[in-house]
């Protein structure tokens, strides 16, 4: 067995138990976290329905995004859903069979590299261009862009110029699953690859990528605007009056 094979190997477990055991401390702490004053952002809907059409919408819309800034908007949003198009066609690398909706979803998946790739050139020009965005930049922000574009590149060229041996690769992914661990093909892009994906799952629950389970719980999206209903002690409160 290579040092390579134990290496990446290794790290691919020590990143899974960092992601998922970080994941699930994180989102325990969010639901922990007592939320006492009524704090929704305006306009705010009146019931649990509403909240909930409020939440399909900044999920699946990113509509407060789209009211604040339309550019950041545009990048943003293209950014999200080429890559969900592009982590579904990887499934193809860790289960088998390939479900028929993977084999579907594939080509879909391959060609939205690019999209991912224009993207978060969009975001990072805009974060080096708009002076009032840079100024509130962290390096840790540029550090998650040049990840992800290292991520995208690599990828896009292991699919599209320098074919990797992606057979031995998938064996290599399949040893690691079931314990068996299988030679990993020593191949440049595939090694940052690999490692730059485990880095990305290493800091994944310490970062601001986290608002991807976070907006869930933020109590200026999920609450309802009930403040003047629910007043002190359960009773109605109508326009700062208490009604009998």
Do not use: C
């Amino acid at each position: 067995m290579s040092t390579w094979t134990i290496s990446y190997a290794v790290l691919l477990y020590v990143a899974f138990v960092v992601f998922v055991g970080g994941l699930i401390y994180r989102i325990a702490l969010y639901s922990l976290t007592p939320a006492p004053l009524r704090i929704p952002t305006m306009p705010a809907p009146r019931t649990r329905s509403g909240v909930v059409l409020r939440m399909g919408r900044e999920v699946g819309l990113f509509s407060s995004l789209f009211r604040g800034d339309k550019w950041a908007w545009i990048w943003s949003y293209l950014f999200h859903v080429s890559l969900l198009l592009v982590l579904v066609q990887h499934l193809r690398y860790v289960l088998n069979p390939i479900p028929l909706w993977v084999r579907w979803e594939s080509p879909f998946g391959s060609y939205a590299a690019f999209v991912l790739l224009i993207s978060l050139a969009g975001l990072l020009g805009r974060r080096l261009s708009v002076a009032r965005v840079r100024f509130i930049s962290a390096p840790s922000d540029y550090l998650m862009l040049i990840l992800l574009l290292v991520i995208a590149v690599t990828g896009a060229l292991m699919r599209f110029l320098d074919r990797a041996n992606i057979v031995a690769f998938k064996a290599f992914l399949f040893g690691v699953m079931a314990g068996h661990w299988r030679p990993l093909p020593v191949e440049g892009l595939i090694l940052v690859h690999v490692a730059s994906v485990a880095f990305l799952m290493l800091i994944f629950p310490f970062s601001k990528l986290l608002h991807a389970p976070g907006v869930f719980f933020s109590p200026t999206r999920n609450q309802v605007d009930n403040s003047r209903i629910e007043g002190v002690g359960g009773d109605a409160v109508d326009g700062g009056e208490r009604t009998p």
